[in-house]
C-alpha cells in the first residue's frame, strides 16, 4: 500500500517545456504510466520520449524505452482518451493556475503543481474554485509525489528511494530528499513522499496527508518536515495529539532565519512575531513528535520515534 | 515589492480612495514648491514634511546626522510670516532630512538614507483608526483587518485588547460585499457622513488588494476627519514579487536605492539571496535546504554570512554569478556549497563553481556536498578540475567542516 500514487496510476502532463519534458522523460525512465501530455497549440501530435531505464524505479523492465505520448487541445480531451487519473503541471506561473483549474474542471482524482511563482492572488482564486470539486491538488512549488519503485510525479532524484515504512511529507523540495536519502540508508525505507510546496496558498496540507498516512496500513510511521511561516505546523501538532496513531518524526528549518525577510519560498517569512521555529517545534515536542536538531539527524529521529511507539 | 507611502496613495487616489493631496520632491527646492499650492489648495494652514523609506517608524525616528530632527515633520503657517515663514521651515527641514540617514524602530542601527519628501495638505482629524488587508493563511483568502485603536502597531492590539480587531474575509469569487463593508463601518462605530465615506473607503480598498495583487496593505492611521471623510493618512502597500509579470506600470514603482547591492545583483541572475552577519558564505539549492544549512552551521558553532537559494532553474552561468556575490563579500572566510539535485543538476552547479573559480580565484578554504541528479557527473567535473575543494559526504559533514576551516 501506499498514498495518492501507485502502479495504477494513469498520468498526464501539462506543460511541456524543457523543464516539463526534462522530467516527464525521467518519470518515464523511472517506470511511471504517463499516458499523454496537453499543449492546445500541438493538439493531435506526439511526443517521444527515449533512453535508458531507470533500474531504481518499477521493477521488471529492459534497458531502455521508447514510447510516443499523445498530445491533447485539453485536459478533458486526455482524460476521456486515456483514462487519466494524475496530471503534473509544469506550465509556467502565468498560466499555471488556469493549468490547474482546467485539471479540476475535468475531475482528475490528483493533480500535482511543480510550478514556482505563481502570483497568491491566483492560487487564492484556485482553491475557490476547487471548493465541491473532487480533484485533490497537491503543490503548488513543490517536488511531486513519489511512490518508490511504483510510480513517480514530479522532480525528485528517483535513485535515492526505497520502498519501505515511513510516509514522508514536506513543504520543502530539498529537504524532502534529505530526509528520504537518510531513511533509504537506515532501511527504514518509504511508503510515498509527498512534497506539499512551499508557497503560503496550498493545496494538500500537513494534516491532509497526515490522515491519509494515518489510514494507510503499510505505513508505520511519519515524518514531518516544515519550515517558518504561517501556522501550518502548529495546526498539524494539534491533529497529531489528538489523532495520530503512528510515530511522528519531524524537522523544522528556519531557526536562524531573521524575521522580515522572506527565505526564498513565498510562505517563508517570519512576520509580526508569528511563524517562528521555536514556536513550531515546541508545538511539535508538546505532540510527541521527535523533532531532529539539524536535517542531518532526521533518519535518526525517525528511528528514535518509532522506537519509543 | 515594498513601495514608498506616496506611491501607495497615488494608487488609492487612482481608485476614489481618500488621500490627502500631497507631493513628493526629491531636491530642496521641490519641496518648497510644493508648500504654497498645498495650503492654498486645501485652505489648512498645516503641511507635513514626511521623508520616504520602506521602513515603519518614521514619525518617532530620529536623522543620525541631525538627531533633532524626526523623520515626519509639521510645519504650520501661523499669523506671523504666513506661508513664506512655512517655506522657510520647510526649507531648512528639506535640506536637513534629503541625503541623511534615518534611523527608526524598523530600520535597524544602520538606518535608510532619504531621497524623497512627500510633502502633504494638514487633515483636521476627528478620530483615528486602523486598517489593513493581509492573507489569512488559514483560510487561503484576504481579510480585512480594522480596528478603533488607530496609531498602535496592530500586534500590541492583537496581544493585549484582541476583542477590538474586526475581521472580514474577502471571497475572491465576489470581492468584500456591501454587507460587510457596513459590518466594519458599524464595528468601528462610524456615523453620518463617516459611515457612507467608510462603506465606500473600505470597498473600493479591498477590490485595489485583489486587482494589484498586494502581499499588504496597511492603513494606520486610518481617519475620520472632522468634515465627516474616512481618509487614508498613511498607506503601506507591497505587492507580490510573483504578479509583477502583470502589472508593468508598478515594476516603475520599484526603489532600487532601498534594496542591498548584493541582493539586488543577486535578482537579476534569479537568485534568491540574503545578506547576513556570519563568516561562512552558502550557496544551496532550496529554500527549505538553504535555510536549513544555515541552521547547521549555527548549530555546529558557525555564523551563516548569507541565504542563497540558486533555485532549481540555474544555468551555470547564474551559478558562477552567485559564487561570485559570495567571494566578493569581506566577511567572507569560507564556503560551504550544499546541493541536493531534484530539479537542479549537479553537473550545472559544478561547472558553474568550476567557472566562476577560474574567474575570480579562490583565497577561502571551499566545501562541496553534492548529492541528487547527475551527482556522479558533478563529482567528477569537480575532480577532474583539479581545484583545491573539499568534499564532504552529508550536509552535517560539510558544516562541521567547514566551520573548522574557518576558526
Known amino acids: 500500500m501506499s498514498i495518492l500514487v501507485d ?51 518499477v521493477p521488471g523492465r529492459g534497458d531502455s524505452y521508447k514510447v510516443e505520448i499523445p498530445i491533447f487541445a485539453t ?25 490547474i483549474m482546467e485539471a479540476a474542471d475535468a475531475d482528475i482524482p490528483l493533480i500535482v503543481a511543480i510550478t514556482e511563482h505563481i502570483p497568491i492572488m491566483d492560487m487564492v482564486k484556485v482553491k475557490r474554485y476547487m471548493q465541491g470539486r473532487s480533484s485533490r491538488l497537491v503543490g503548488p512549488n513543490c517536488p511531486g509525489v513519489i511512490t518508490p519503485k511504483q510510480c513517480r510525479i514530479g522532480i525528485m532524484p528517483g535513485y535515492i528511494h526505497q520502498p519501505g515504512k515511513v510516509g514522508v511529507i514536506s513543504k520543502s523540495g530539498t529537504l524532502t530528499y534529505e530526509a528520504v536519502f537518510q531513511l533509504t540508508n537506515n532501511g527504514l525505507g518509504q511508503t510515498t513522499a509527498v512534497g506539499i510546496g512551499g508557497d503560503p496558498v496550498n493545496g494538500t496540507d500537513f494534516i491532509d496527508a497526515l490522515k491519509l498516512f494515518n489510514d494507510d496500513p503499510e505505513t508505520e510511521g511519519v515524518i514531518m518536515i516544515g519550515e517558518i511561516g504561517g501556522t501550518a505546523e502548529e495546526e498539524a501538532a494539534a491533529w497529531i495529539k489528538d489523532n495520530m496513531t503512528k510515530p511522528v518524526a519531524g524537522f523544522i528549518a528556519g531557526t536562524t532565519a531573521p524575521p522580515g525577510k522572506r527565505m526564498g519560498h513565498a510562505g517563508a517569512i517570519i512576520s509580526g512575531g508569528k511563524g517562528t ?15 531532529a536538531a539539524t536535517p542531518s539527524d532526521m533518519g535518526d529521529a525517525m528511528m528514535e520515534a518509532m522506537k519509543k511507539a | 515589492m515594498k513601495i514608498h507611502e506616496y506611491q501607495a496613495k497615488e494608487l488609492m487616489a487612482g481608485r476614489g480612495i481618500a488621500v490627502p493631496e500631497g507631493r513628493v520632491a526629491t531636491s530642496v527646492d521641490e519641496a518648497v514648491a510644493a ?42 503657517a501661523g499669523l506671523e510670516g504666513g506661508i513664506k515663514a512655512a517655506e522657510e521651515e520647510v526649507r531648512e527641514l528639506a535640506k536637513k532630512m534629503l541625503g541623511s540617514t534615518l534611523e527608526t524602530i524598523q530600520t535597524g542601527p544602520e538606518g535608510k538614507q532619504v531621497n ?45 485588547t484582541p476583542e477590538k480587531i474586526l475581521r472580514e474575509t474577502i471571497d475572491p469569487a465576489v470581492d468584500l460585499t456591501d454587507f460587510q463593508a457596513r459590518r466594519l463601518a458599524f464595528g468601528l462605530g462610524l456615523e453620518g457622513d463617516g459611515f457612507k465615506s467608510g462603506v ?113 532553474g540555474a544555468t551555470t552561468e547564474n551559478v558562477t554569478a552567485a559564487f561570485r556575490i559570495i567571494t566578493e563579500d569581506p566577511s567572507v572566510k569560507g564556503i560551504f ?62 558544516a562541521e567542516k567547514i566551520v573548522e576551516l574557518t576558526k
Open chain 1, 75 to 99: 485536459v478533458r480531451d486526455a482524460v476521456e482518451q486515456t483514462g487519466a487519473n494524475a496530471s503534473v503541471i509544469f506550465v509556467p506561473p502565468p498560466f499555471a493556475a488556469d493549468a
Open chain 2, 116 to 160: 524623497r519628501l512627500y510633502i502633504e495638505q494638514g487633515i483636521d482629524i476627528e478620530r483615528e483608526l486602523y486598517l489593513s488587508i493581509v492573507l489569512d493563511r488559514a483560510q487561503d483568502k484576504n481579510i480585512v483587518m480594522a480596528s478603533t485603536e488607530g496609531g498602535v502597531e496592530i500586534e500590541e492590539v492583537a496581544e493585549h
Open chain 1, 7 to 57: 502502479t495504477n496510476t494513469k498520468l498526464i502532463v501539462q506543460g511541456l517545456g524543457s523543464t516539463g519534458t526534462f522530467h516527464i522523460d525521467k518519470s518515464i525512465a523511472y517506470g511511471t504510466n504517463v499516458v499523454g501530455a496537453v499543449h492546445p497549440s500541438r493538439a493531435s501530435q506526439s511526443e517521444t520520449f527515449e533512453g535508458e531505464t531507470d533500474h531504481s524505479g
Open chain 2, 200 to 312: 465606500k473607503f473600505f470597498k473600493s480598498l479591498a477590490k485595489a488588494a485583489t486587482d494589484l495583487d498586494t502581499d499588504l496593505v496597511e492603513i494606520n492611521p486610518m481617519v475620520v476627519t472632522k468634515q465627516g471623510q474616512v481618509m487614508a493618512l498613511d498607506g503601506k502597500m507591497s505587492i507580490d514579487n510573483n504578479a509583477l509579470g502583470r502589472h508593468k506600470d508598478l515594476q516603475e514603482y520599484r526603489d532600487r536605492s532601498e534594496e542591498d547591492p548584493a541582493e539586488l545583483e543577486a535578482s537579476k541572475y534569479g537568485l534568491s539571496f540574503i545578506k547576513l552577519d556570519g563568516t561562512i558564505g552558502c550557496l544551496v539549492n532550496g529554500a527549505g535546504l538553504a535555510m536549513a544549512t544555515m541552521d547547521t552551521i549555527k548549530h555546529v558553532g558557525g555564523e551563516p554570512a548569507n541565504f542563497l537559494d540558486v533555485g532549481g
Open chain 1, 277 to 291: 521555529a521555536e514556536e513550531k517545534i515546541a508545538a511539535l515536542k508538546d505532540a510527541g513528535v521527535v523533532v
Open chain 2, 35 to 76: 508648500v504654497r499650492p498645498l495650503i492654498e489648495n486645501s485652505g489648512n494652514k498645516v503641511v507635513v514634511v514626511k521623508s520616504q523609506i520602506h521602513a515603519g517608524g518614521r514619525g518617532k525616528g530620529r536623522f543620525k546626522e541631525h538627531p533633532d530632527v524626526a523623520g515626519v515633520n509639521v510645519v504650520t
Open chain 2, 337 to 398: 556549497v550544499n546541493i541536493f539535485g531534484g530539479i537542479m543538476r549537479c553537473d550545472v552547479i559544478a561547472n558553474g563553481v568550476v567557472e566562476a573559480v577560474k574567474q575570480t580565484g579562490l583565497e577561502v578554504p571551499l566545501v562541496v556536498r553534492l548529492e541528487g541528479t547527475n551527482v556522479k557527473l558533478g563529482k567528477q567535473i569537480i575532480e577532474e578540475s583539479g581545484l583545491n575543494v573539499i568534499s564532504a559526504d552529508s550536509l552535517k559533514d560539510g
